[in-house]
C-alpha cells in the first residue's frame, strides 16, 4: 500500500508542475511512480483528480479542491516534522523564502549561498516574484517585502531601506543635457519600474538634507524587469531609477552615471516577515539572524 503523505505530494508536484515527467524530475523518481501515486488516490476516492490528454493535463473540479487540501495538509505534516527542531540547535531541513526579484537575484544571493555553506544541513527553496505572497496560503516560511508593510498577522524586522540611485549613460546626457536639479527631470525620459500590483512610479521623491523634491516624471517605455530597465539606459534611451546594488557595476565602469549627486534619492523601506504563531526552527531562527547581521538596520 502506497503511502497516502507521499501519494499526495507526489499529486501536488504533478498538478503544480503540469506533468508527470516535471514532477518526477523535482522528486527524484520515475514518471511511472508518479503516475502510480496518482492512481492510487484516484482509486482511494473513486474520483478523477485529472483530466489528461496527450499534450496536457488539467485538474477536474474535485481535484482542484483536493489540491487545495492536500497543500495544507503536507504544510502541517511538515511543521509536525519540525517540532523535533525546536528543541534542537542545529538548523536541518528546508527553508521555503520569497524575495522580489531583483533584490533577490542581485543582493540577496550572496548570504542565500554562504548560510547554505555555513550549514550544510539546510536546503532553501528560493522563490523569486514581485507578486504579493501569501505566506500562510503558499507555505512560505519567510518573505522579505520592500515599501510600505501592510498590518497583518506577521512578525516584521526592519531592514536597512533599499537604496536608490538616479543614472543615464553618458550618450543621453551628451545628447539630450544633465538635469541639476529635481525638477529638470520632467523634460526628460524617465525610466522607472512597472511593477507586478501596479504600473511605474510617475512621482519621484528626493531630498537635499532635510528638504524633499517632489517631481512628476514620464516615459513612453514601461519595463516590469531590471536588466531590460538597465539595457535601455545603457543603450541611451532615458534616465533610470533603480536599486544601488544592481546598478553599481555599471557606474563603475562608467557605462552609466549618477545624475542630481547632491540629491538623495529615495530609499523604501525594506522588511523580513515570517508567520509569528509558528513555532521558530533552528533553521528559521538562524536565518533571521543571518538576515539581520547582512541587511540589518545600521
Same mark, same amino acid.
Given at each position: 500500500?502506497?503511502?497516502?503523505?507521499?501519494?499526495?505530494? @507526489?499529486?501536488?508536484?504533478?498538478?503544480?508542475?503540469?506533468?508527470?515527467?516535471?514532477?518526477?524530475?523535482?522528486?527524484?523518481?520515475?514518471?511511472?511512480?508518479?503516475?502510480?501515486?496518482?492512481?492510487?488516490?484516484?482509486?482511494?476516492?473513486?474520483?478523477?483528480?485529472?483530466?489528461?490528454?496527450?499534450?496536457?493535463?488539467?485538474?477536474?473540479?474535485?481535484?482542484?479542491?483536493?489540491?487545495?487540501? $492536500?497543500?495544507?495538509?503536507?504544510?502541517?505534516?511538515?511543521?509536525?516534522?519540525?517540532?523535533?527542531?525546536?528543541?534542537?540547535?542545529?538548523?536541518?531541513?528546508?527553508?521555503?523564502? &520569497?524575495?522580489?526579484? &531583483?533584490?533577490?537575484?542581485?543582493?540577496?544571493?550572496?548570504?542565500?549561498?554562504?548560510?547554505?555553506?555555513?550549514?550544510?544541513?539546510?536546503?532553501?527553496?528560493?522563490?523569486?516574484?514581485?507578486?504579493? *505572497?501569501?505566506? *500562510?496560503?503558499? +507555505?512560505?516560511?519567510?518573505?522579505?517585502?520592500?515599501?510600505?508593510?501592510?498590518?497583518?498577522?506577521?512578525?516584521?524586522?526592519?531592514?536597512?531601506?533599499?537604496?536608490?540611485?538616479? $543614472?543615464?549613460?553618458?550618450?543621453?546626457? @551628451? @545628447?539630450? +543635457?544633465?538635469?541639476?536639479?529635481?525638477?529638470?527631470?520632467?523634460?526628460?525620459? $524617465?525610466?522607472?519600474?512597472?511593477?507586478?500590483?501596479?504600473?511605474?512610479?510617475?512621482?519621484?521623491?528626493?531630498?537635499?538634507?532635510?528638504?524633499?523634491?517632489?517631481?512628476?516624471?514620464?516615459?513612453?517605455?514601461?519595463?516590469?524587469?531590471?536588466?531590460?530597465?538597465?539595457?535601455?539606459?545603457?543603450?541611451?534611451?532615458?534616465?533610470?531609477?533603480? #536599486?544601488?546594488?544592481?546598478?553599481?557595476?555599471?557606474? @563603475?565602469?562608467?557605462?552609466?552615471?549618477?545624475?542630481?549627486?547632491?540629491?538623495?534619492?529615495?530609499?523604501?523601506?525594506?522588511?523580513?516577515?515570517?508567520?509569528?504563531?509558528?513555532?521558530?526552527?533552528?533553521?528559521?531562527?538562524?536565518?533571521?539572524?543571518?538576515?539581520? +547581521?547582512?541587511?540589518? #538596520?545600521?
Amino acid at each position: 500500500m502506497m503511502d497516502r503523505l507521499s501519494s499526495m505530494n @507526489a499529486f501536488v508536484m504533478a498538478a503544480e508542475l503540469g506533468s508527470y515527467a516535471r514532477a518526477a524530475e523535482r522528486l527524484g523518481m520515475s514518471a511511472q511512480m508518479v503516475a502510480k501515486h496518482v492512481t492510487a488516490l484516484e482509486q482511494r476516492l473513486g474520483a478523477r483528480l485529472l483530466n489528461r490528454t496527450t499534450r496536457r493535463q488539467s485538474l477536474t473540479e474535485l481535484g482542484s479542491a483536493y489540491y487545495e487540501r $492536500c497543500k495544507h495538509i503536507l504544510t502541517e505534516a511538515e511543521a509536525a516534522d519540525s517540532l523535533a527542531q525546536i528543541m534542537n540547535d542545529t538548523p536541518r531541513g528546508k527553508l521555503k523564502i &520569497t524575495a522580489p526579484v &531583483t533584490f533577490g537575484s542581485y543582493s540577496l544571493m550572496p548570504l542565500i549561498t554562504g548560510f547554505l555553506r555555513d550549514n550544510p544541513d539546510v536546503q532553501i527553496d528560493l522563490h523569486l516574484t514581485d507578486r504579493f *505572497v501569501d505566506l *500562510v496560503e503558499e +507555505g512560505y516560511e519567510a518573505a522579505f517585502r520592500i515599501g510600505p508593510l501592510a498590518t497583518t498577522g506577521l512578525t516584521a524586522r526592519p531592514l536597512a531601506p533599499y537604496r536608490l540611485v538616479v $543614472c543615464a549613460a553618458p550618450a543621453y546626457l @551628451a @545628447a539630450r +543635457g544633465t538635469p541639476l536639479i529635481p525638477a529638470d527631470l520632467e523634460d526628460h525620459e $524617465c525610466l522607472g519600474y512597472a511593477f507586478w500590483s501596479r504600473p511605474a512610479d510617475r512621482e519621484w521623491f528626493f531630498y537635499q538634507g532635510a528638504v524633499p523634491h517632489k517631481v512628476q516624471v514620464s516615459s513612453r517605455l514601461q519595463i516590469n524587469e531590471s536588466r531590460a530597465l538597465m539595457s535601455a539606459a545603457l543603450d541611451g534611451f532615458g534616465i533610470v531609477l533603480g #536599486p544601488e546594488d544592481f546598478l553599481r557595476t555599471a557606474l @563603475a565602469r562608467g557605462d552609466l552615471v549618477r545624475v542630481l549627486p547632491d540629491y538623495d534619492a529615495p530609499s523604501r523601506p525594506m522588511h523580513l516577515v515570517y508567520t509569528a504563531n509558528r513555532q521558530r526552527t533552528a533553521k528559521l531562527r538562524r536565518f533571521v539572524e543571518a538576515v539581520l +547581521g547582512r541587511f540589518g #538596520p545600521a
